[in-house]
């Protein structure tokens, strides 16, 4: 009867779920750590891996934090914060995946007895904020600068940077001869900042060791037609011209229709087929190239043509190759046959086609440009090969970062630890509950070497105790988790490198993570708003504020 008479306000459709409040955020930040805690283990050199598997049946090994978060296919609206973090510090860095995961977990989970408590969230934000960016000044001022040394100490440097990447990774047991490896391979495409100039190409079978660098280009051998046999296929200095053209006998459109009142027109018509692709062979051979690559098909007739001549042909080449093999050869690709002049074709000090495993690879070496590298990687299981190549991609990433911001922090927890204490000190002096806050933040820090000793079997706490104590003594600034003896050690002296660059993007991603997080107190799901449906009944709803509630449910999920 009550109901009857005073009507109810509604505000949102039917089946409108929404939570807020306090319970809202916890179980928010409860959803955040129960994400950081599938990452956990995989951190530091004795981090274990995940393997993952999809209703397909396809299977992922991996270390990478990053690759993990993306596989899992969280749900959960806030806990799918954490993953963008992690794509988001893949690609600005590539490194330090995991780490930024469970900074952001950590500093939530320190902040939840205070949200607890009723301590109004942007306090807490307004704490993590200062403590970040104190952090991160402070990180500059002890990040050691690597500038200005010679070719030689910087690729030793920049090898150590690579190695403490590849340590945690499966293919850590070969880490040296990786590391070297990569930073060859960057240090040959000089300052260009395309990643894609350093090509990974797989090849399973064999062992990790066989896998080697080209300093240029490598492709797997396309499709090929007969007479592909008789062309040679080692060339010294040849000139190479890069088509995107068809060198085929064009079959008529099914639709073609020529009328002919002479039989004997009609051969005329094949002729002029022919003479349009043997004028365009002709023209290929005059330009005096060796090598001819095209994006699209070459055929039978042109590859007969070309072995004839002594010519080396590959239709279909990829175009990520093609492209690959113009800017380390210095060729212009072409869309027509007319007119190749000389300076559209490149040239390189080798080619040849070489077998790998039971694949053939064609190969160009020593080219001018020499603005690209292959990394032609063997390995056992598919999935083995796959997970050393996104390894081998974060140091990639790692070795250009650190070779364009050239300065590197000490690893092994160490730049955490002393960022920490000085957080705390910093804490002391100031008055009011911000200092709890900022004790906080320091606290969660330390969640980098307290899970690389659990990750290792070490005694956590009597780690960090130690860690502590040389921390602040004021002389073991560059002290760490010793993964070797479960103690602790001089991080730089073990050459234990981090680019500051990778620290300095985690901080920053985690505490702005935390706080949006920490900035959300409603979350509301709109079962329709997805379909057409939903939209139409939106519309409807527009006179009762239907959407503007929806606008504000979704402000701090924008992110999503
Ligand atoms: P992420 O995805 O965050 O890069 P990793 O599994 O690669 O995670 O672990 C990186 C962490 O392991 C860093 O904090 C780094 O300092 C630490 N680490 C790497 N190698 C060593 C080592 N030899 N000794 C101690 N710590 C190491
Ligand atoms: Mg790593």
Not at 2 to 18: F, R, V, W, Y
Not at 77 to 84: H, N, S
Not at 488 to 501: C, H, K, L, T
């Amino acid at each position: 009867m009550a109901s009857m008479l005073q009507p109810q306000i509604i505000l949102l459709k039917e089946g409108t779920d929404t939570a807020q409040g306090k319970g809202q955020l916890i179980s928010n930040i409860n959803a955040c750590t129960a994400v950081a805690d599938a990452v956990r283990t995989t951190l530091g050199p004795r981090g274990m891996d995940k393997l993952v598997h999809d209703e397909k049946g396809n299977t992922t090994i991996s270390n990478d934090g990053a690759t993990i978060m993306n596989l899992l296919d969280i749900v959960h609206p806030a806990a799918k914060i954490l993953a963008d973090i992690a794509r988001s510090q893949d690609s600005e860095v590539g490194d330090g995946t995991t780490t930024v995961v469970l900074l952001a977990a950590e500093f939530l989970k320190e902040a939840k007895p205070f949200v607890e408590d009723g301590v109004h969230p942007h306090n807490l934000i307004r704490s993590y904020r200062t403590a970040s960016s104190m952090a991160l000044k402070k990180i500059e001022e002890l990040a050691v600068s690597i500038e200005g040394k010679s070719l030689e100490e910087k690729k030793q440097l920049l090898s150590k940077c690579a190695a403490t990447t590849l340590s945690s990774k499966l293919i850590g047991g070969e880490k040296e001869f990786f590391a070297s490896m990569v930073v060859d391979a960057v240090i040959a495409i000089g300052n260009d900042d395309r990643l894609n100039l350093i090509g990974i190409k797989k090849v399973p079978g064999g062992t990790m060791r066989d896998s080697f660098l080209v300093k240029g280009v490598a492709f797997k051998k396309t499709f090929s037609y007969a007479g592909f046999e008789q062309q040679p296929k080692k060339f010294l200095s040849p000139k190479i011209l890069l088509l995107n053209i068809e060198l085929e006998l064009k079959s008529e459109k099914e639709n073609a229709e020529i009328r002919l009142s002479d039989p004997l027109q009609y051969q005329s018509i094949v002729d002029a087929e022919w003479n349009i692709i043997y004028d365009k062979l002709d023209k290929c051979v005059k330009s005096g190239a060796k090598i001819v690559l095209s994006r699209l098909a070459i055929g039978d007739l042109a590859t007969q043509y070309f072995a004839d001549r002594d010519i080396f042909c590959a239709g279909r080449v990829a175009e990520e190759d093609l492209k690959r093999v113009a800017a380390a050869t210095g060729a212009a690709v072409q869309t027509t046959v007319n007119n190749i002049i000389d300076e559209v074709l490149g040239t390189c000090e080798v080619f040849e086609e070489r077998q790998v495993g039971n694949e053939r690879f064609n190969i160009f070496s020593g080219c001018p440009s020499g603005q690209t590298a292959t990394i032609v990687l063997r390995g056992g299981a598919d999935q083995f090969i796959e997970e050393a190549e996104r390894s081998l991609h974060d140091a990639i990433m790692i070795v250009r970062r650190a070779l364009k911001n050239s300065t590197v922090v000490p690893g092994g927890g160490a730049i955490d630890m002393e960022i920490s204490k000085y957080l705390r000190q910093h804490a002391r002096t100031i008055a009011g509950k911000s200092q709890l806050f900022i004790n906080a933040y320091a606290k969660a820090l330390e969640v980098i070497p307290r899970q690389l000793c659990d990750n290792a079997g070490f005694d956590a706490t009597d780690v960090l105790n130690k860690l502590r104590q040389k921390h602040a003594s004021g002389e073991g600034a560059n002290y760490g988790v010793d993964i070797n003896t479960g103690g602790i050690a001089d991080s730089f002296a073990n050459f234990v490198w981090e680019p500051a660059v990778v620290k300095i993007n985690a901080i920053n991603a985690a505490t702005e993570a935390a706080c949006l997080i920490l900035s959300v107190d409603e979350t509301v799901k709109n079962p329709k708003s997805e379909s057409a449906q939903g939209e139409a009944a939106a519309s409807a709803m527009a006179g009762r504020g239907g959407p503007a509630m929806r606008g504000r449910g979704g402000r701090g999920m924008r992110r999503r």
